[in-house]
Every structure is written in structure tokens, then in C-alpha cells.
């Protein structure tokens, strides 16, 4: 027997502890020798497969290739969920609003929108018409898949060549997404997006689908949608019955449907088609002896009289239809009258007076495009400029976001009275002042000392609203900041406005329309003012189915009445002896404020009267540098000479909280105009008082409404006798139009 000691726990732990480290240790040492193995296994196939000079550059490229592929993929994929995200699944059956628009005084003023008529296929469209509209638009229309990079690279040359845009370089495909899908906007997003939709219309549709979707979708001046209504304007037949020197006028009308229309330029349209025929010629459609007789008879279009269409504020307005629209606010009918408020006689001279401007001054301070907006102290926008030329550019300019320069400050001021810092008469110190590492300068470069707070407003002094931003905030300029916002917010502005220390001198981004709004929160006394486009509507019937003054929502009052007056009398000191003089229309008392950006990229003036507010905006496109232009030059010009014109014969209301100016008539007179001409007739429509108009306004609904209860009583008597009378083709059409 064995008497020795029987281990202790621990020695038995011990024991243990090693038979596991040495079956670890030995289980890693196979491990590593078998993996050895493997890979010099590995190794002997792989030095099989080596390769050597040029096969080996082909494979490093292929496999770079592929890893810039799959980056590349993920970041198209990023780009191209964006633009899918403009479809729906709906987007080719559901029916498009065709809508006509009427100015405040009833009359047309244009169409938008299309009226589907799937009645004509594509091959009843004229032969040499659809030769002449791709030989100019996407030759290698059937040999792209929706983009056409050789299309692109050969106007990119011919442009190169002729120093300015003589051929686009998108498809058709492309234009027909833009058309269906996005705005004029010109920016980089819109033509990313435009491309990927192009791609994907392409595997959605055939060619010739697409090709009839585009030549029914596209606008093509007068109002007219698609090529089958064009010809109907401009020449009065159908689309089937067209020549070839009118199908190539039409062909032309494409890309510059404004520039090139006969009835508003006939030589351009001419010329034009001249071009298209030589396209078609060049293409190999033609030959040159088949083009000549409609080289030496070129088209005559319908002799039409040459109304002014206001476009820009059709394509704002029939954004805001299409709003209302999709919000569910108008049924389902998608046939709609709508009168505007828009003044016909006022949209001609804001149009008249910024082309005259640009041309008097636009070379000498390098300026090349103006926007302005002028409306209703209550939102009714009675007009809109959009750019120089709808013809050139349809991209609309008072949409557009530019730096507001000073012309911001009027909402640090009314943020500042709001929460009780100042009055009109506070004194306050012009003197450096820095956030961080950012000290803002005034114009000159130079610090004034102490002044009340109404001078420092007039002259536009830049420290007293940082130092505004820095009181706000009980000594921190980001919280004040928030406060600025939420009351520039509470007035009307619409847009995104980035947050920074230069925030209060006007650095974030607002459009000329939302200053328009926010400074007509002042001129009616505190209430906010959403700018409108339509006063009613009426569906296909003729039936009143929305009216401004009762289904919108009343307007809230989001400034105090005496914040109110402390403001209009500091705009009013900037009007009268300020930075914006020039705008002054004595004796009609006004207010407003000017603003001008860094490098003088852009130049505002916005203001108002008692009856009319109005922004204007002047600068570049590209955002370039003008010649020194400020707020106070040619935009106070601007302002002065528009509105100076819309309160000729109408009775001059009071701004809120300012007090009359002494021996102020109660109608203002045109600039030059001989005594007692603003009673006399007038051939502006603005010879109607608001008051007047309202009246008759009111009786023409009375009897609208009259009219309907007529047709409501009618009706089961109709339809007691429709029973025995054949049905025409008016069933159902009762009405006013």
C-alpha cells in the first residue's frame, strides 16, 4: 500500500494549469505549422499565376479600376436617390393642371400648365416637323440611352467657338425630365438630377414615347403647351397640316420659346428657321435643293397682337396653385380659372423701368440682372420681376437666395425694440466691437461715437446690430442670434437662414419675394403677410371654389403696434434722410432700408407706403462683383420710379404709427403731371380707388353666387328633361368660364 501524502488543492490546481498550458501551447504550434503550410502552398500557386510587364499594368489597372468603380457607384447612388425621389408612382397617368390666369381687373394674362389630348399619335405628326425638331434638339436621339455625351462635347465645341451659347447639350430625354419633374433652377443639383431622370425615363419608356411626351409637354410660347396647340396659335391649323417652313419655325421654338416666338419677334423666328432647316440639311435628313422653297417662302405666322405676358409671375403663381392643389384645397378638378391680383399697368412699368435701368446703368457698375416684387401690405403680389429677359433665362431671380446686406437689419432693430432694449431715441456708441476673432467695419471705415439710434438706423451703421446680437443674448451673440431669427421668422422669412457672427449685418441668404413679405409686416401693423397669387378660383364649371378673403387663414399679429410705429419711424428717417433718398416720393411719405454685400455682389432696396410695399434687388448671376453699386443708387432708383407710378390716382393711405407729413394731398400726382391729371381718365387701370374696386368686386360675386343658385334650382328640371333631349356637347359646361 502506498502511504505517502495525498496532493494538496493546490498542488492539483498547479497540475492542471499546466496539462492546459502545454495543450495550448502544443495546440498553437500545429496551428502555426499547418498554416505555414498552407500558405506556402499558396505561395508556389500564386508564383504559377505571376505576371510580368504588360499583362501585369493590365491587371493593376483592371483591379484599380474596380475599386474606383464600387466608390464611384455608392457615390452615384447618393446622387441619384435625390432625383428618384421627383417620381411618383403615379406620375404618367395623373393629369396636369391646366390653369388660366386673370389680373385683378378680370382680363387674361396667360396659361400654364396642359390640357392632356392623347387624341394624336406620334405618326400623325408631320414627317419633315419631327426631322426638323431632332435634327435641332438630339440628333443621336435613338442612339443614347437618355444622355449623349458626344451631343454634349460637339455644342460644347460649337459654343467654344462662337464665344457664347449657340447649341445646348442636353437630350431630349433630358428636357423631358426637366419639363415633368424639376424648375428652370440653374444650379448643379438641378442637372444631376436631371441627368439620372433621364436615365431613368429611358427604361421606363420607349423612344417614341418619350419623343411624344416632349413634343406634348414643352412649352412653346403664347401660352402654348406641346407642338399641337402651337400651331394652332401661331398659324391656325393642326400640327398635321403644317409645312416645312413651319414646321421648322416651330422645331425653333424649343430651347427659346419667348425669343424666338413670330408673333413677338418675326425676323428672330425667320432666322431661326433658317438655322433648323440647315440643321436638318446637316443631319442628312435633307437635301439642300428640298429645303429651298421654304428658304425663299418662309412661314407667316398668324398676325396676333403682342400682349406682354407677365411670366415670371405665372410661373410663381401656378407654383402656388400647384401647392394649393396638392395640399387637397381645391377638389379634384384640374381645370382652373384663377384671378390674380396682379395690376397689368404696374407689371409693365417694373419690367420697362428695370431694363431701362440696366441699360442706362448696368455697364457702368457692371451689373446684368434685377429682380423685384411689389405687393399688397396685405400679401396680394401685384407684380413680379424675375430677371431682364423671360426669353433668355426663365430662371425667376426674386426666388432666388442672395445675401440681404443691410436691408436685414430691420429685423435685428425689430428684434431689439421687441424684447425692450430700444427706442427710436435710445443712445447708442459706434465702436469696435469683436466676436472671436471677427470685428465688423462700417462702410467708411470709421466709427462715429454715440448718436440716438434712429440716426445710427438711417445711416446704416454696422456694429450697433452685432452689439444688438450680443445684448439680446444677455452677453451671448449665439442666443441672440436665435431671437433675430425667430422674429425675422415671425415676419415672413421663408428661407434658411445659416447662423454666424456676421448674421446680423445680413450675411444669411433670403429672396426678394420674403423681404417683400417681411417688410409688409411694418407697412399693415404688425400682422404677418404670406404673399398670395390668388384673390379666387374657379373650377372647369365656373363654380367659386376658394376666395382669399375666405378661406385663407386671418393674419396674426406678431409685432406690437408701438414696436411697430418705433420701426416705421426709422425707415421713414432712412427714406428722408438717410441712405436711401433716392427712393424718396415726396410728398407720399414712405420707408425703407437699403443694403449692399461684400464686393458689392448684390444691391437691394426694400420698401414701402401706406398702399404698396416693394423689394428690389440688382447684381449678377454668377454672383460676380459689381462696380461699387449700393442699395442706395439704381435700386432706390428703381423703387422710387415703379412705385412712384403705382400711387398715381389712387388714395394714399398712412403708414401705421407715422404720423402724416403736413399739407399731404390725399392723392398723389405723377411725376410731372399737370394739375388735377390724377382725377382725370386714366389709361392705367390703377384709376380705380381699393375702395371702388371692392364694391364692384363684391357685386360681380353677388351675382356669381346668384347665378349658381340658379343652376342648383335648375338642375332637376334638367335632368327631368335631359330624358327626353339628345345631349350636346355643352352638358354639363354651365357657367362662366
Partial sequence: MDFSPEPSVWARLRRVALDVDAWIGASLHEAGRRASDAYERFAARVDKLGLSGGQRFVADLASEGMTLGAAGSVVLLALAIPAFRETSDDWLKKPELAVTFLNRYGEEIGKRGIRHDDSLSLEEYP???????????????????????LGTFRAL????????????????????????????????????????????????????????????????????FGAAAAAEY????????????????????????????????????????????????????????????????????IDRRRDPTPDYYLDWAFGEIKDMSDRGLLGDDRVLTVKTPLDSAIQQKAEATVESMLRQHGASYRAKQAAMVLMEPDGAVRAMVGGRDYGQSQFNRALALRQPGSSFKTYVYTAALIHGRYRPNTVVTDRPVCIGNWCPNNYGRSYAGSMPLITAF????????????????????KAGRAKIVDTARKMGLTTPLQDSTSLPIGSAEVTVLDQAAGYSTLANGGRKAKPYAAVEIRNSHGDMIWRQDRNAPPAEQVIPAQVV??????????????????????PIRAGGKTGTTNAYKDAWFVGFTGNY???VWYGNDESTSMNNMTGGTVPAMTWHEVMAFAHQGIEIKPIPGLPEAPNRPAVAKAPGAQPGAADAPQQSAATLSRQSFDVLSEIERSFSESRARRRLEAAPRKEAAAADAPLSPQSGRTGLP
Fill in 458 to 477: 438711417a445711416k446704416s451703421i454696422n456694429t450697433i446690430p452685432v452689439q444688438m446680437s450680443i445684448e439680446l443674448g444677455g452677453g451671448n451673440a
Fill in 127 to 149: 414627317d419633315h416637323f419631327i426631322k426638323a425638331v431632332l435634327a435641332t434638339e438630339d440628333r443621336r436621339f435613338y442612339d443614347h440611352y437618355g444622355i449623349d455625351p
Fill in 565 to 586: 410705429a418705433d420701426m416705421n419711424l426709422m425707415l421713414n428717417a432712412v427714406v428722408e434722410a438717410g441712405t436711401g433718398r433716392r427712393a424718396d416720393i415726396p
Fill in 613 to 615: 410695399v416693394a423689394a
Fill in 234 to 301: 401661331f398659324f391656325g391649323k393642326s400640327i398635321k397640316d403644317v409645312t416645312l417652313a413651319e414646321g421648322a419655325m416651330l422645331a425653333g421654338l424649343f430651347k427659346a420659346p419667348s425669343k424666338y416666338a413670330p408673333h413677338v419677334n418675326l425676323p428672330a423666328a425667320r432666322a431661326r428657321a433658317n438655322d433648323v432647316l440647315s440643321n436638318m440639311v446637316e443631319a442628312g435628313f435633307l437635301s439642300e435643293g428640298q429645303i429651298q422653297a421654304a428658304r425663299r417662302n418662309p412661314a407667316t405666322p
Fill in 157 to 224: 465645341t460649337a459654343n467654344a467657338r462662337a464665344s457664347g451659347v449657340v447649341q445646348g447639350g442636353s437630350s431630349i430625354t433630358q428636357q423631358l425630365a426637366k419639363n415633368l419633374f424639376l424648375t428652370n433652377e440653374r444650379s448643379l443639383e438641378r442637372k444631376i438630377k436631371e441627368a439620372f431622370l433621364a436615365l431613368w425615363l429611358e427604361s421606363r419608356l420607349t423612344k417614341q414615347d418619350i419623343l411624344k411626351l416632349y413634343l406634348e409637354r414643352a412649352y412653346m410660347g403664347g401660352g402654348a
